[in-house]
């Protein structure tokens, strides 16, 4: 037949074989395993129980009564066409955007003030001019039939 490999050989007779790790490596592996689950599990323990101490300390409550808000002073106009719109005030500076687009929003602000009434501004503007609401900074002035007198420049910008 022909020679076997000689691993296969020392094999048999008990010749040397490869080391086998220490001991102790496998229990340090294993206890360190044990201790970073443990970890993990006081941790998940603890973070869902911080959401109960708060809860538990208050006093209960009723059933939160929904949110009446009032509605904007021109939301009473609702959607309607404009006929005569005053031109855009471009005087005060250029338009942030592109001029075509700049009196569409204004179009739109003026014919959907029950929107515009409901949307917060972005820029401050509450603080800084008194505006309540975005269709303040396009509008300045409504007729009593909600048609718009005067725009505010400050959606030009």
Known sequence: MGRKSSAKVQARSGGASPPTPPANARSFTTLLAAAVVTAVIIGVFVYSRRGESTAGTQAPQAAAAPVVVDPPPNAKYGPHKQDNLPPVPFEYGPPARPAEVVKAVY???AEHPEVLGYTPCYCGCEREAGHK????????ERNSKGDVT?????GVT
Not at 133 to 140: I, R
Not at 150 to 154: F, N, V
């Open 150 to 154: 005067r725009w505010d420049p400050h």
């Open 133 to 140: 609401g975005n269709d303040d900074c396009f509008v300045a």
């Open 107 to 109: 179009e739109f602000a």
